[in-house]
Nanobody, 122 residues
């Protein structure tokens, strides 16, 4: 049974930064593509960023491009989402996930974690 465990959410002021982490279980699980999506109350799910984990190719939603960076520590099999220049509209539950299509940010997800809350105050 694959599990994805997120950490690093919290509260930040507008313009601030947060970094999310995701560790898969079992630690030997290494999908070719991983990513993050978010969902705010009353809003549709939004794919935020995906990456091919062995090719270092990344995809971003227009809403976060230039502010968020997805990366992976292959040695520790950990996925990150560095979020800079945060805006109140970034407030949402963020989920680490395995998409069924890497280039498509509107992809379906095969696995996802329990989520970590990000709240940005103005």
């Amino acid at each position: 049974q694959v599990q994805l465990v997120e950490s690093g959410g919290g509260t930040a002021q507008a313009g601030g930064s947060l970094r999310l982490s995701c560790v898969p279980s079992p630690r030997t699980y290494r999908p070719g593509c991983m990513g993050w999506f978010r969902q705010a109350p009353g809003k549709e799910r939004e794919g935020v960023a995906h990456m091919y984990t062995t090719l270092d190719v990344t995809y971003y939603a227009d809403s976060v491009k230039g502010r968020f960076t997805i990366s992976r520590d292959n040695a520790n099999n950990t996925l990150y989402l560095q979020m800079d220049s945060l805006k109140p509209e970034d407030s949402a539950m963020y989920y680490c996930a395995v998409p069924n299509s890497c280039p498509k940010l509107q992809a379906e997800y095969i696995y996802w974690g329990q989520g970590t809350q990000v709240t940005v105050s103005s």
